[in-house]
DNA sequence: CAATACCGAATGAACATTCAATTTGGAGAG
DNA sequence: CTCTCCAAATTGAATGTTCATTCGGTATTG
């Protein structure tokens, strides 16, 4: 079933542009069914309700960008390097989708955002919690507990996609690999 | 006329209180007026829309914190001390103040932000903006542009505040100053 | 001929903003 | 000190709009 598929996700896009461009307050759902060729009662056959609309495309996404990272991380790399690759990855990726940037940053500070969706969303990060938690161990880098990583690596990298997305800063290849450099040198011991 | 400052006072108050708890699109003008113990009505006697009202909020904030840093900053502190230092006072702050925090992470986040309110604000950060410069001069930190300095500084510390006010790590002092520890160490050269 | 997909007008709730009417506070007159 | 008066402050019901969601019906598919 083909293009069931299709309309499904042709209504996540449509949602994932509308927000990052207009934020959640400026998105309706007639918007939304409008921007994605559908009729406003189709939504509601594919998705419970506009709060499940936005959860789902947060996981669709966390979880497109979890299997990019386990994809392409060498896992076989000594992990000062894996870490350096993890963050060149996420950087490139942000730095490259401006509307998943933009609409993460706003879902996660939403009250769309809980607790519960995060937990089940760090299942995609396996990979990258436990190259933390070896280099942890081995004293490679400095004993933070995660959100703390996280705000130097993943927070960081969105962060700077979405200002990069905005015109306030051009993030080159030279200029990431500064910041790689520098999130690397705020997490190692 | 303290009874005017008072009220407008109140309602900024009760604004701050709702979004950090409820979001934009939780936060009602009939709400804010009942949160602040005022009419609906009277809230555009203060303010010309709801657009304004959070603008002015926004402003509020940041220049309040502008001063707190401008007054408890040692501008006869060498310059790499007067970073820590800066690092230091911004992670209490907001710290100390999960509202101002949760409000700051959305609305800059939201498309009630602009270029030209950010213009205006970067006026309260003058010695914060003069110390980087000094430094990037004397080749103490690294050579970033300044958004990217913001994201290791300033980004980081309402995004631990942030998470911090919701129980996802605990902020102690020890670990706030791992926190400065590790932010000094992306900057410097 | 089911069952599923799809439509779009209809519904009622929620919303930002307005406004006519009322209250308040204080400056000046007596 | 008291009274008068007016501008500013305040009210909350009314307005018109926008919104998420529903639903009766039609089209499509296998």
Redesign the pocket.
Known sequence: ?D??ED?RTAILNATLRLIAKNGFH??????VAKEAG?????I??YFD???TLMVELYKDIKRHFGETLTAQLDQTLPVPQQIRQMLAIMLRYYIHRPLESAFLEQFTRSPYFNPNIEAEVMRYYAPLVTAMEIAQRDMIIKNLPGPVIMAFTFDVATSLAQKHAAGYVTMTDDLIEKVIEASWEALRQ
């Not at 559908?38 to 189709?42: E, I, K, L, M, W």
Request: cysteine-free; charged content about 20%.
């Open positions: 079933m293009h069931i309309k400026g998105t309706a759902m007639a918007k559908v009729s406003a009662g189709s509601y056959h309700s506009k709060d």
